[in-house]
């Protein structure tokens, strides 16, 4: 695993804040576990909401816990002035997210000028043992000069 | 696009049955507005609790319908005494995901015998107008002589 | 399907350019075919060298020629003094690519300022029939102000 | 990293005699250089025939040969009597492919009882040092019962 060193150094402030204004995080549950230079960890409790017809965690749940975690991870290493966007992500399903808690955990394999390549798993954590549940690979696009504050308006997605 | 022939006559209801059974869906305020022998659209109205920093539909949230809109895509086409998994999916984010409601639309491309293939898409609808926000594909397990209801176990996804 | 327009004029002959500077291209034997803004076909005719241990053509010759379609589909669309490469791309496998010819289709799905979407099939030919191999989803960068042509060197991908 | 057992105590031969019956490998020149249970490297020097316009390693290639390592990986822990298919793969390009010999890395993450989950990894080799060029996941399908050699036949892929 390569090290990076963030650009900005307030960049555990920039991603809290950011994770702060995503309501969909609030409305999951979900919170932000860790945030190092390139690396991020997001955890949500498993409640009855969240699940599917065989009593797991939702799929489309695992995957947006993982997208979250791959894009913060990103962020992490953005300059000042800039916001994040998922250019695309692939995730393979390894085993069912049966658990009490699911950890999302990302980390950037390179960090190019405009592309991030990102790796994230998750795994469910059930009594006392962690499942790997999901395996994923994630792009992410740098916007310099853009807000990441809900102001950003319309034109956000012309990357 | 290819026209399936559905294997179980009761494909609809058994299709609803199962969407009624994911209570990520009833969470999330999803509703399955059209089912066809490989064909599902699932449709979601915008709720705050639904989006992201910018204001549009957080991304997870949109590849959680594409993919629940395959999975139902590729039931529809299974036997009796059957479920169905996700093996992988891949999205591509084109445009940002802001309207007043979300459509996902899926269709089988290919039915194997254990794999199908599907695409699927995403679209924000918005003062009347649909804007494309997602492109997906999809690799979907058919699982036979395995229930699709809660009591599956923990031994579903040995796929 | 969308109608895209070429921003370069000569977009024909900077794409034929671009593929004849490809030895992988003459390696195989592929041909460009057609060539449109933001569609492109390439063709290759079987032979021993490209096939796997049943006969058919390999599945890696088989998603590199959908790549190379992708990356011309999408650098018909760029202006002028600009080169492509591709960021991610993802592929399913459908049925055997068992044929005289495969012919390996691409276009545009969406053309943002960096990052173009693309979608891109293959089919083999086969007793004048297609058969329907792959399917694939494309991402690929626009990098501005950077030459084509081989003198490159080695700082080229840092996109 | 998982240790996968092998079912096949003669998976070694069996690899072995499966990449030597794939024209396409000869033809590009490569080489199975480490086959253990669950892992596999292929290697191929560089040559002017598998280059693109900028003197690298043509992305399809690259492809290809972590296509193909990942069918070795997971083809090794599968039992007598079966075959390998290509369900689906994903591949990122991190760093062009500019180097004397290219090195293809996979291995099995999870094996189930039909599909196999692989990561892969392509370095090039250039001046004793490795660049990552690409990295990617693959699916991968158990066909039981059914032969790996030219006479498969036309009904291979209906999985």
Do not use: W
């Amino acid at each position: 695993m390569t090290v990076f060193q963030a650009q900005n150094p307030n960049f555990e402030q920039v991603v809290r804040d950011s994770f702060s204004r995503q309501p969909f995080m609030e409305f999951i549950g979900a919170h932000l576990d860790m945030i190092k230079p390139g690396v991020c960890e997001i955890v949500v409790e498993r409640q009855q909401g969240l699940t599917q017809q065989h009593g797991f965690f939702h799929g489309g749940l695992v995957s947006s816990l993982a997208d979250s975690a791959a894009g913060y991870a990103a962020y992490s290493l953005y300059p000042e002035n800039s916001t994040v966007l998922t250019v695309d992500f692939k995730v393979n399903f390894l085993n069912p997210s049966d658990g009490e808690r699911l950890r999302a955990r990302s980390e950037v394999i390179r960090a190019g000028k405009k592309i991030y390549h990102l790796k994230g798993d998750v795994y469910a954590e059930r009594d006392g043992q962690n499942i790997h549940c999901l395996t994923g690979l994630f792009s992410m696009m740098c916007l310099l000069g853009k807000s990441d504050a809900p102001n950003l308006g319309r034109e956000a997605r012309t990357a």
